[in-house]
């Protein structure tokens, strides 16, 4: 008798751990589900564009950049020119990763850097990626 309430006691211990196990699977399996909705959304190139244009606008991009003619920086089209020619990664560039390809005068350089060192270096990677997919938008 003892033994097999033994034995009950145990087999309720592993359902239990089982059932624990799968709610645990059923957890992970949302929590992955809607990061991939998440990112579908950050991926959604509409979107992305509507949202770097803000951030060109609101992050005084505009000043320095319009999106046929030289101001204090090249055109956006200029910049997406070579960086198609090039084969350039905007992203990067503006993460302080890739160095100037447009324009390397030193002097034009220190002013895009200053705006890279000053505020451009807190934007997120989705909010880069956004700018981004904005200046490549322009036509
Ligand atoms: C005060 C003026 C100014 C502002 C504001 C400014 N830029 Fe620039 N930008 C420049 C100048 C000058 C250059 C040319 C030097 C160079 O190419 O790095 C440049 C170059 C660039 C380039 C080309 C880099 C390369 O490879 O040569 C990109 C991309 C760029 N800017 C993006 C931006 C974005 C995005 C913003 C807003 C977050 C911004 N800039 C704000 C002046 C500015």
Do not use: W
Not at 64 to 79: E, F, L, R
Not at 99 to 118: C, E, F, H, R, S
Request: hydrophobic letters at 40%.
């Amino acid at each position: 008798m003892r033994k097999s309430v033994l034995v009950l006691g145990l087999v309720a211990a592993i359902f239990t751990s089982c059932g624990d196990k799968k709610k645990e699977e059923v957890k992970k399996e949302v929590e992955t589900k809607v990061e991939e909705v998440k990112k579908e959304v950050a991926a959604d190139p509409v979107d992305n564009i509507a949202l770097g244009k803000q951030l060109f606008t609101d992050k005084t991009c505009t000043t320095c950049h319009q999106p046929d003619a030289k101001v204090i920086g090249p055109s956006i089209k200029d910049i997406v020119k070579v960086y198609d020619e090039q084969n350039g990664n905007l992203v990067k560039f503006l993460k302080g990763e890739s160095p100037a390809i447009v324009d390397t005068d030193p002097g034009q350089v220190a002013i895009m850097k200053a705006n890279l060192d000053g505020f451009v270096k807190d934007l997120s990677g989705d909010e880069l990626a956004a700018l981004a997919a904005y200046m490549r938008s322009v036509e």
